[in-house]
């Protein structure tokens, strides 16, 4: 019984790892395409989703337009 809990607690590590290994891929795919805006705005949606939360204000723009999340 130890031993199954042991090799279920491993398989879900493994499959975490996998799929974040995954999520991150994907985001980097996403800030080498992207526009400096939309860069901007992935590490904003990914700093939110790792659980911090706005950092200050948002930044600005060369044109002095603010950059807000989409909600």
């Not at 994907?26 to 939110?48: K, S």
């Not at 989703?49 to 999340?69: R, Y």
């Amino acid at each position: 019984m130890l031993t199954a809990a042991i090799v279920t607690a491993a398989v879900l590590g493994v499959a975490k790892v996998a799929r974040d290994w995954l999520i991150l891929r994907q985001v980097r795919a996403a800030m080498d395409a992207g526009t400096p805006q939309d860069r901007v705005r992935i590490g904003m949606r990914l700093a939110e989703a790792l659980g911090g939360g706005p950092s200050g204000p948002a930044p600005e723009q060369p044109g002095g337009e603010a950059v807000t999340p989409p909600r």
